[in-house]
């Protein structure tokens, strides 16, 4: 049984989705989750198993201990949390049913605390931590800062990267055409993309702040895709500066359509776990501009298939998205290191193949 509390646009989602296309060939996958869109349809389709609905982002006891009756009814081999609320629900279940407990934090997510919840939380997971039988960590420096900060498992603690699916060069090529048509984009029009949450970690006021010192260069366009708290924030900041180069086409469905459109990707985020739309931009051949925060620093090599600036220094990352659109050879070279990268580094097939193999380590019938 797969968890999550969002099933909205997001990377999470994204990394369950990609997780259960792989991971149905070999186990009955069972998902509980909010019913929202896009993915409560797009679970709904492709596992073989059932879906539960969960509250958005809150634990209900009576929504758990209905899960509760689902995991012991049809003997759940092993249940996997993915992210602090539905880590709350894992730990409820794998306590009161003996079932194995696989839980991925997809970030830490703490630099926004102050400093009583920030206790708080970590005594949480100093406590609860206990329960889980494996905590796969989506990167290194994820890894690192838990061991950093005393709540890394005492168990047994892995690294699996996040991944996505290669995309043929012929096939992104054909696209970038495609789709830069269907949006309107000119010739001359150098597409500066996001695709992002728009609240506080994702830090999406800086990108605006970006576009701001570039907006001598005209044919420079930003297209931030996503939704959020900070969208209403942003857009307003946006109009009140005259930046006509700035679109906010919201949630997408397809956001790979953004993508394949455009020329440069680029990342504020104040930390990530281990970001899919960095990974996703690189195998499309994209190359990335990102702030070098846990993460961001380790899907971007830098002077290799991208480049990192320090958090909240948007004039350096203005200088060198300057750089980048005056030299389309620099792009083409980073972009195609970016693409070997993701093939070597971060695909579907390498995350499924890890996580089925920690699946297959729990003795269940010990654990009952």
């Known amino acids: 049984m ?33 019913k929202q869109e896009p993915y409560w349809e797009k679970f709904s389709s492709i596992i073989n198993g059932t879906m539960i609905e969960i509250p958005f982002r809150k634990f209900s006891i009576f929504k758990a201990n209905d899960v509760l009756s689902h995991v012991k009814e049809n003997s759940i081999d092993v249940i ?15 306590f009161l049913s003996g079932v194995p407990l696989v839980h991925t934090p997809h970030g830490l997510h703490i630099g926004n605390y102050g400093p009583i919840t920030k206790k708080l939380y970590l005594s949480y997971e100093k406590i609860t931590s206990t329960i889980d039988n494996c905590t796969i960590y989506v990167s290194d420096a994820e890894k690192k800062e838990a061991v950093k900060l005393g709540i890394a498992n005492k168990k047994r603690r892995v690294v699996v990267k996040n991944g996505t699916n290669s995309i043929p060069t012929a096939y992104a090529a054909k696209g970038r055409e495609k789709q830069r048509k269907k949006l309107g984009i000119e010739a001359n029009n150098l597409v500066v993309v996001s695709l992002s949450r728009f609240d506080y970690p994702k830090n999406m006021m800086d990108m605006a702040k970006i576009a701001l010192s570039v907006k001598q260069a005209e044919h420079i366009i930003f297209y931030l895709v996503g939704d959020g708290p900070d969208l209403i924030k942003t857009k307003e ?74 958090l909240g220094e948007n004039e350096i990352a203005a200088k060198l998205l ?47």
């Not at 296309?21 to 009955?28: G, N, R």
């Not at 996997?80 to 794998?94: C, D, I, M, P, Q």
């Not at 946006?238 to 469905?253: A, E």
């Not at 970016?338 to 380590?361: H, P, W």
């Open 2 to 34: 797969l968890i999550t509390v969002r099933a909205d646009i997001g990377g999470g989602p994204k990394h369950i989705y990609d997780l259960a296309c792989v991971l149905t060939d070999e186990f009955i996958i069972d998902i509980a989750c909010p």
């Open 237 to 310: 900041w946006c109009k009140k500066n005259n930046l006509n180069n700035v679109f906010f086409p919201g949630f997408s469905n397809t956001p790979q359509e953004y993508l394949l459109a455009s020329d440069i990707y680029l990342s504020t985020s104040r930390w990530e776990g281990l970001p899919l739309s960095i990974i996703e931009s690189m195998a499309i051949g994209l190359p990335v501009l990102a702030t070098d925060v846990v993460g961001n620093n380790e899907a971007v090599e830098h002077n290799y298939n991208g480049y990192l600036f320090p």
């Open 80 to 94: 996997h949390s993915h992210g602090k609320g539905a880590g709350v629900y894992g730990r409820y279940l794998s």
């Open 322 to 368: 300057l750089n980048l659109a005056d030299s389309p050879t620099l792009r083409n070279e980073l972009g195609h290191n970016g693409r070997l990268r993701q093939r070597n580094c971060f695909s579907i097939e390498k995350m499924a193949s890890d996580t089925a193999v920690i699946y297959n380590s729990l003795d269940c019938s010990e654990s009952k």
